[in-house]
């Protein structure tokens, strides 16, 4: 049978390939990618300790959650834009470097 | 698990299915009637009649973002409304209209949203 | 960390001012392309979906019909002038046998050029009709194309009984025509007009009351006077802007003097404007069509010609209202049997040079209807 | 609940009819498209003073009248196409390009769960019924955006980013004209909306006409049929984003556009029109066969109805410019979804408060559509700009 | 892949394999020859005939023929008028550039020979077939319409003729009539004729 | 049984396709199996008894963000720079490696409690009612921080736009 | 205004110069090759003339050693058209290009460029108009031939 923690697990994986996405990714689209992975992950920990907790919390978090996820990327798409048109270039590197 | 959500998956599946098959069968018959035939020229992207100059995959307008940004914001409002909308008759009952402030709150507030894209023209498209 | 990055790449001054950088990128419209009306193929430089520039080619459609003029002999070279403008191959015609005329110093009899006006006329509501239908289906409306079609059937059935050619013609001859019309023919013109006037305001009415149709028009490809000028503009599409001109009006030939009807003329010189125009004046071809079967004359259709006959050394330069513009032809004799060189003067030459002008900063659907609007037909573009 | 628990012992059989369901389906949306193509033809021909397509298919039908020739036109196109070359043209990104036509025509397979074809008769009325079909429409976008993006053509690239903005623009009109019947049947089980609308004893398209007048508009735009059909401009983008495409992938975006058309007419007619419910019939509450077979006879006619008109629609406008399809569905059709669910919500206090009754409600929302004109005629809604300076 | 085209081989040499062969020779040559599609491409004068086929009265669509803008989802080019050297290879691009099975039909003299563009033409190129492999040729300048349709009900019969799995007989230039081993040409008044029949361009008689 | 076969090919197809998004080196591709990614979070939530969630993760995740990068990338991509971009650092890999064997090793040693309460329902009749009653407030922060992030991302965009004339 | 009267206008603002009416052509005046761009300058912008509509320009080849180029314009104010005609050396065709006057010229020099091997310094943009770049000699001369030309056989 499937249990709370076969979820967990699942979500903590997810959780740490967004944050190797995160980490590696050179491209700022690539990031924010990433970033959208780790939201999953906290959605489906929040889902199914929903789920079997008996409680209506958690799917009303998520959501939150995607609510949030939705304006972040919103914001972060816009910055990254910008950025682009004003350096030609989203590598995250690159641009701390850029600017000291 | 709702059972009948079963069907969701069986029919992405069974669809999937359906235009691989019909693509492996035309494969199939187009190499039986011997019209595959693939050549250099044919691989040229169509332009018109002109051989294509440069790549296609060219940066574009911002203009397509924005409208892509709006979808967003005003989708997830509708995340919200879908169930407020679904449940209105029994919530009519249970809160009276209270809900209806609530709601109102809410739309008033994303209706300002519209109003400040509309005013900055974010809604041109240029 | 991400964070202070953005922040940092934000606040730090930008090294180019923040100028945006969308590429710009080179799309070629042609020359095989569903509007581009034949041949013609733009290079356009686009940002997204403006245009920053545009460059129109031409020459796909170059024949080499002045080259061939030269060789053959003067009544020879008529049927190479249908497909000068295989829309009005009747305006062709006649513009090329009023300069061999007038270079000839021949007059035809009044019957014939009755006939060339009626002829003329009755091609100008089929070029019109052709527009029409080309017009819409560029906009983006399948049905009025077939419905304008189905009616020019009519009008070249006409044709076909007068000269059994549906197209191109080589009717009109060196002083005359090439067959005498007859009174059936006549009252067959007259039946099509009574049948087909009362469908102008159908046309109109699937478009004129149509939202789409205004906003996809009004304001759209605007042609100052001045730029029409400068431009050497002329035909319907000066008319949008305003002013009365029309060879048949200020450089009259054949019995155009004795006809009465109006210039439509319009103001605002914008795509809806040019539809305008067209659209009235298939009323007043029409109108010159019955006024002609109440005058035409009876009867020699035509001058007993050589058909290797000389023509004295000289130039000459005749013009002539087509249903594209201002049509002429230059025409250089040296004495003998054939032109020594036959320029022809076209509307569409010139319209096209618009474009580049014209198409600065539309959106892609504007081009076509821009385009389209100005009726540019490429075989008199190439010749 | 567990398919196994639920249904020890008839797991084979269960399977076995979930396939059968995905068999009807498939075959039903590829017959529909055959039969849909084909009428689209006929129409435009009887529309356009033609004849059509005459002479495939048995020649006795031709000889009987126009509307019965050329039957089999559909099935030969569809052969032909199976025999057509599929390129793959050198530079595309191919594992895109191939998943489009794929990906577009799944969204619309899956989606045909939850329409109700007639009492009882939906492959399963999931109770998210109308957000399922919004939802899994909404990815009709990405599968245009891949091909678009894929096919490495400059005017395929354009059509696709063109369709893309216009189809994310015409959604949020779509889901909020729907708003009002969910919220007058007060679920979203497609079978509800039907029910439902017994209930009321008036079909939704009256309280909220504005609502279904938003939502045809809307789907019209969202199958990227003309008027609306920016992204294949045939005269602007030669064909949009399916301009690289040939053989049978480009028969599956053909197939996707009818088998969509057929979809969101289905759900306007379900949802707006009462859907297998007969006009002028006291409904039973066991429904016997012969109100059932009367209720899909219904169904299809009330659905065909709203496909006729489409394709009226289609081979009568001139095609509309992006800006102002923008200008349209954000400026226009947005903010009057608002209102219609305003005008739905008051209806529903009628409905469940002062208890009025079918006709009740139908001057009711008479009148409330007449206060809306009122309104729209005090409060300009700007418009196009050009066109009231012209006006 | 080689395999596969084998295949209709090795099913005739079984036994009544010649029939299923024929079965679906019939199928999918009746399905391509009712099912052509045509590139939306004019040239010149023969492009309003083919507009005016394509409208109400002649009305292409009874054939089951519609036009598509992109080579991609075409069958059939129909060469529409005079073809200069300087659109000669765009449309050399553009034939290549449509998916087999491809069937090309020369409307109009100028894709014949030049047609009244034979003489004292430095531009045009005398005729289509040199560049790109011809099916059939319409005669006439510009064809009539109707001319046009039976040369497209001539192409049909040309498909239906054709068998699955042996490449098309195409040697080149026109298409040979198996009967006389002469180049077919098209014409209205007197159907198929031969080319040794000399045909004048109709329009270039001149007034004597 | 059906719960897990659902749980084990959906986590596989979540995963693999996570794995995608992370590793692709083509931006695009990462992008659509993103979008796999997200399908596949839409089918665990129905597996979850939560269909109302699964058909918004598919309306929001996968219509409408997805696309949003997807146009991100489209309006920023460079194609020479697109390919082959990654980093490799050390760190980049041992601290999610490390991370993933706490994560696991936690949850694989906790106790957890499953509430015995009697089942609820995860449709929209119990999110309608936290809306609107629970968390009202955090209901109509929502619509705030839509409000800002709506007029944040369009001042960003627009400003850029504002400095071309 | 006739053609004399163009002449003689003419004649008078440029007294260095004889200004005749061409003998082939009773409305064409001939126009001496040092004169072109300030001539035309003053033909459209003068108050007398105001040619503000240029027709055409044109060449006629007359071998050996003749090339004319026929301009022909017209006043919409006066509703006057004339033609002017300059003689060019066959050998080396060379004339200041007026399509900084009227846009119209533009076209029409490239097309001459193209098909007669005029060459108009001055010109922002010639190019082959007709024929394709790489096309090599002037078609419209009467002396050009082509493997691609076939005779009339008369």
New interface residues.
Partial sequence: ??????????S???????????????????????V??MF?SV??NL??F????????G??F???V??????????G?????????????????K??E??? | MDGNYAYVALFLLGGAGFVCFNFSLASFVTRLVQSHRPSRTKGMAYECGEPPSGEAWVQYN?RY?LYA?LF??F??EA??MIPWAAEFRKLLAELGTLMVVEMAGFLAILLLALVYAWRKGALEWT | ??I???W?????P???G????TEEFELNMGPQHPSTHGVLRMVLKMDGERVVDCDPVVGYLHRSIEKMAENRTFTQVIPVTDRLDYCTSMTSNYVYVLAVEKLADLTPPPRAEYIRVIMTELNRIASHLLWYGTFCLEIGATTPFLYSFRDREKVLDLFESACGARLLYNYIRIGGVGQDINQKFLDRMIEFLDYWEPIIPEYEALLDENPIFYNRTVGVGTVPLEMCRSYGVSGPNVRAAGVAEDVRRDDPFAVYKDLEFEIPTEKESDVFARYRVRMRELRESAKILRQCYEKIPSGPYGLPLNYRFKVPEGETYVHIESPRGDIGCFLASSGGDKPWRCKFRTPSFVHIQLFKKLLEGVLIPDIMAICASFDIVLPETDR | MDLVTAYTGQDVALVLIMLLMLALILGFIAGSSLILIWAERKVAARIQNRVGPMMTGPRKFAEFSMWTGGLLQTAADAIKLLVKELIIPSKTDAIPFIAAPVLIVTVCVTAYIVIPFGPAFSVSDLNIGVVHVVAISSLTVLSIVMAGWSSNSKYSLLGGLRSAAQMLSYEIPLIFALLGPILLAGGLSMQKMVLAQREYGCWFLLPSLLGFLIYYVASIAEVNRPPFDIPEAESELVAGYVSEYSGMMFAMFFLAEFANMFLVCSVAATVFLGGWLVPFMPVPDNPTPVYILLGILTFFLKTSFLVFIMMWIRWTFPRVRPDHLMNLGWKYLFPLSLLNLLICAGIAVLKDVYKLNGWGISLASLGALAMVMLLLQVVRIPRPDTFLEKA | MDLIKKIPAYVERIPNGGILMTGLDWVLNNAKASSMWYMLFGLACCAIELMATGASRYDFDRLGMIFRATPRQTDLMIVAGTLTLKMAPRVKLLYEQMPDPKYVIAMGGCTMHGGPFYHDSYSVLKGVDKIIPVDIHVAGCPPRPEALMNGCIALQDLIRGEKVGRKRDRPGLRHIDPATNLPLLVRPDTGLIRPNQIIMPDQLRVLS | MT??VF?YLL?GL??SS??S??RNEN?FH??LS?IL??VG?AG??MN???PF?GA??VL??AG??AV??L???M????LM??RH?????L???L???L??LL??GT??N?Q?H???????N?GVA??AR??MQ??LV?FEM?AL??L???M??VV??R??EGSRE | MTPQEFAKHLGANYPDHQFEIDPLNENCVLIPLQLVPQCFELLRDDDATQMDYFDFSTCVDHPPDRLDLVYSMYSTVYKHRIQLKVVLDRQNPCVPTVSHLWVNANWNEREMYDLFGVFFPGHKDLRRLMMPDDWEGHPLRKDYAHPNLVVRPD
């Avoid at chain 1, 929903?50 to 919390?57: G, V």
Wanted: charged share 10%; proline share 1%; hydrophobic share 60%.
């Fill in positions: 049978m499937i249990g709370l923690s076969h979820y967990l697990v699942l903590a994986l997810l959780f740490c390939l967004g944050l190797y996405g995160v980490l590696t990714r050179k491209n700022a689209i690539g990031v924010l990618m990433a959208e992975l999953n959605n489906i889902m199914a929903s789920h079997y907790m008996m409680d209506t919390a799917l009303a998520c959501v939150f995607i609510t949030v996820a939705a304006a972040e990327v919103t914001v798409v816009a910055l990254v834009l910008s950025v682009y048109r004003n350096r030609n270039m989203i590598e995250i590197d641009l701390a850029l600017s000291g | 911002v973002y940004m967003v914001i989708d997830v995340a919200y | 960390m991400l202070r990055t953005w940092c790449a934000l606040t730090s930008s090294d180019d923040g100028a945006l950088r | 719960e897990s749980f986590s979540v995963l996570a794995w998004v992370v931006l990462a992008g993103l990614c997200f979070v665990i939530y979850l008894d939560a969630l918004m993760q929001i995740y409408a963000i949003l990068l146009f991100g990338f309006l920023t991509h460079d720079k697109a971009e990654r980093n490799q650092h760190a980049g890999i601290i999610p490696v991370m993933a994560l696991v949850i694989l906790a957890w499953a509430s015995s309460g009697q089942p609820v995860f119990s999110l936290r809306y629970q968390d955090a929502v921080l839509l800002a992030s709506l944040g991302a960003i965009a400003k850029e």
